[in-house]
């Protein structure tokens, strides 16, 4: 779905590799209004900028979260948006769905954090992840295995469900037997293997994200029929240094007002 990017927020393409995959996606920067000559500086002296790099979840790609990506642009981060390989059936990105996992997806974004630290005038002292879904689990791995590196965390209805429910063989649109795993447990809107679900029954997720040390945010709603918000709520065990807000009502990926809440808490907890 094409979107009209907002005023004042430049974005440009960009792609880098994994594994001799293309990943592609865009990177979001508010436009630079005063020339060197206005404001007698020059571009190089410009201080470094804080980066903060968006997953989304299952079935999607970039343009499902480019109202976050723009909020976040607006308040002074340099945000890279991309598609995971094999991530969605309207995945810009190189790799085939059906290889696709949770740990491919952990590589892909592994691979845009190395990208994104070879940028110019990055701050790479000042990064922080943001994750959708599957794309929270996702991040959540990653946040963990980096900690020293990733200053806040920002989990919206993260999936720490997918192992539980790949070791029930009930996953989302998939029903399975979880001790026979056909090779295709999903043939549309996507196609998907049987090393997503294989993958996903050997996480034990809360022990793997504990390892994260630094600010995170969870944001749920209490109506979210695709992830239980125990799962959230469980992970306030885990993380010592969280912020946890949950939204009355709202179901799996929010809009309206519940996105307009849920994107003023975000932009409240990374604020610089």
Same mark, same amino acid.
């Given at each position: 779905?094409?979107?009209?990017?907002?005023?004042? +927020?430049?974005?440009?393409?960009?792609?880098?590799? %994994?594994?001799?995959?293309? +990943?592609?996606?865009?990177?979001? %920067?508010?436009?630079?209004?005063?020339?060197?000559?206005?404001?007698?500086?020059?571009?190089?002296?410009?201080?470094?900028?804080?980066?903060?790099?968006?997953?989304?979840?299952? $079935?999607?790609?970039?343009?499902?979260?480019?109202?976050?990506?723009?909020? &976040?642009?607006? +308040?002074?981060?340099?945000?890279?948006? /991309?598609?995971?390989?094999?991530?969605?059936?309207?995945?810009?990105?190189?790799?085939?769905?059906?290889?696709?996992?949770?740990?491919?997806?952990?590589? !892909?974004?592994?691979?845009?954090?190395?990208?994104?630290?070879?940028?110019?005038?990055?701050?790479?002292?000042?990064?922080?992840?943001?994750?959708?879904?599957?794309?929270?689990?996702?991040?959540?791995?990653?946040?963990?295995?980096?900690?020293?590196? +990733?200053?806040?965390?920002?989990?919206?209805?993260?999936?720490? #469900?997918?192992?539980?429910?790949?070791?029930?063989?009930?996953?989302?649109?998939?029903?399975?037997?979880?001790?026979?795993?056909?090779?295709?447990?999903?043939?549309?809107?996507?196609?998907?293997?049987?090393?997503?679900?294989?993958?996903?029954?050997? &996480?034990?997720?809360?022990?793997?994200?504990?390892? /994260?040390?630094?600010?995170? $945010?969870?944001?749920?709603?209490?109506?979210?029929?695709?992830?239980?918000?125990?799962?959230?709520?469980?992970?306030?065990?885990?993380?010592?240094?969280?912020?946890?807000?949950?939204?009355?009502?709202? !179901?799996?990926? /929010?809009?309206?007002?519940?996105?307009?809440?849920?994107? %003023?808490?975000?932009?409240?907890? #990374?604020?610089?």
């Amino acid at each position: 779905m094409e979107h009209n990017i907002a005023p004042n +927020i430049d974005k440009t393409p960009f792609s880098c590799t %994994r594994d001799g995959l293309t +990943i592609r996606g865009h990177i979001y %920067r508010a436009a630079q209004t005063e020339t060197a000559a206005e404001t007698g500086k020059c571009v190089e002296s410009r201080e470094k900028e804080p980066i903060i790099i968006l997953s989304h979840g299952f $079935l999607g790609n970039d343009t499902h979260i480019v109202t976050y990506a723009e909020a &976040l642009a607006k +308040i002074g981060y340099v945000v890279l948006t /991309f598609d995971f390989n094999g991530g969605g059936p309207e995945s810009t990105s190189s790799g085939k769905s059906v290889d696709m996992t949770v740990l491919t997806e952990k590589a !892909d974004l592994l691979a845009v954090i190395k990208y994104a630290e070879s940028l110019e005038n990055i701050d790479t002292n000042n990064m922080s992840l943001v994750g959708f879904s599957q794309g929270g689990l996702v991040s959540a791995l990653v946040a963990a295995e980096l900690t020293n590196r +990733i200053k806040n965390l920002v989990l919206f209805y993260p999936a720490l #469900c997918i192992p539980d429910d790949a070791r029930s063989g009930k996953m989302m649109l998939m029903d399975f037997d979880p001790q026979n795993i056909p090779p295709v447990i999903c043939q549309a809107p996507m196609i998907i293997g049987r090393n997503y679900a294989l993958t996903a029954q050997k &996480l034990d997720p809360y022990k793997e994200i504990s390892g /994260f040390s630094g600010k995170t $945010l969870i944001i749920h709603g209490t109506s979210d029929k695709a992830v239980n918000i125990e799962y959230s709520r469980k992970a306030k065990s885990v993380y010592k240094n969280l912020v946890y807000k949950e939204i009355e009502g709202a !179901d799996h990926g /929010f809009s309206g007002e519940d996105e307009a809440e849920a994107i %003023r808490t975000m932009i409240d907890f #990374c604020k610089l």
